[in-house]
């Protein structure tokens, strides 16, 4: 009578964390759909002074605007639409222009060619039309939200430690999303085998732990943040770190478990909470970074493409 209640629970537990799951997996994809990303499509790396790009990709709106290789970015402000704002900025960024020139007489055009040494630092070069100080990616990454997919930025570059005469105009796109989609496909398949094992072979050994792994498998492959981190974002943040802690200790744990038990005979009992510990060691080192680190830009790109 208690295995078959114990039973019955367990089923009603699994089912509301599917359930819950499975629905936030699309509220997720709901978002991302609605709150596209922007790119200007420059993998820039954080050094003294600003942002230097380290890497340029083709076609994308930081080579249509003309930014190269290791320029460097110091400031950055959404350009406006109107034309009365507009008339306004261009009257700022005319008296930032002379006072640029006073300051810097020998400073390039776009096209021209870096200056072999920097002459003055790079702040003194920041242009005083409304532009935001760039230090990390972090200040970047508000000025492109804001200013938003196709909208207008501008960006204060220096070339060589010269200041350009012209502001770089980059009109973001959307963030491609390739990648994640197919990593949802991947997370709704480990899904799909673990009910399919699940509702087949109930009694099977080791049956309910497999399906937790398919489960956490997708909580990892379908949940993606995207970047608008309000209360639903950091719900999907979590429990995608929460799973990328837990899916590999999962799949241990039920490869010393399955056919048999291999830790039965064994009397060190300390053996399976050694198999959670780099999860439980990697979801904390997940929490301080977070509370206490910041990662670089390049790094963030770097991990994108893995």
């Not at 997940?286 to 994108?304: M, V």
Request: proline share 8%.
């Amino acid at each position: 009578m208690e295995s078959n209640l114990f039973n019955r629970l367990q089923a009603t537990l699994l089912a509301v964390v599917t359930a819950g799951l499975f629905l936030l997996a699309v509220l997720n994809l709901r978002q991302e759909s609605n709150f596209p990303q922007p790119d200007d499509g420059v993998w820039w790396r954080e050094v003294a002074g600003g942002l230097e790009a380290e890497k340029v990709l083709p076609d994308m709106p930081g080579q249509k605007a003309g930014i190269q290789p290791h320029d460097l970015l110091i400031g950055a402000r959404v350009l406006p639409d109107t034309p009365a704002e507009r008339a306004e900025s261009s009257a700022r960024e005319d008296q930032s222009d002379l006072l640029t020139r006073d300051l810097l007489p020998g400073a390039n055009p776009l096209s021209a060619s870096p200056a072999p040494h920097p002459v003055i630092p790079h702040r003194a070069l920041l242009p005083q039309a409304s532009y935001a100080p760039i230090a990390s990616v972090a200040d970047l990454e508000h000025v492109l939200y804001e200013t938003g997919i196709y909208g207008k930025a501008s960006y204060a570059i220096t070339r060589g430690g010269i200041a350009l005469d012209t502001p770089v105009v980059v009109i973001p796109e959307p963030k491609d999303r390739d990648l994640p989609l197919g990593l949802r496909i991947i997370g709704i398949i480990y899904l799909a085998i673990g009910i399919y094992v699940l509702f087949r072979r109930w009694t099977a050994p080791r049956a309910t732990h497999f399906y937790l792994f398919c489960l956490a498998s997708f909580a990892l492959y379908a949940l993606k943040y995207t970047g608008k981190l309000d209360p639903l974002d950091w719900t999907v943040y979590w429990f995608n770190v929460l799973a990328e802690s837990l899916q590999p200790a999962l799949f241990l744990h039920f490869a010393l478990s399955f056919p048999e038990e291999r830790l039965k005979n064994i009397r060190r009992h300390w053996l399976l909470p050694l198999v959670y510990a780099p999860g439980t060691g990697l979801l904390g080192l997940w929490i301080w970074a977070i509370e206490t680190r910041q990662a670089t830009g390049l790094l963030l790109h770097r991990l994108n493409q893995t």
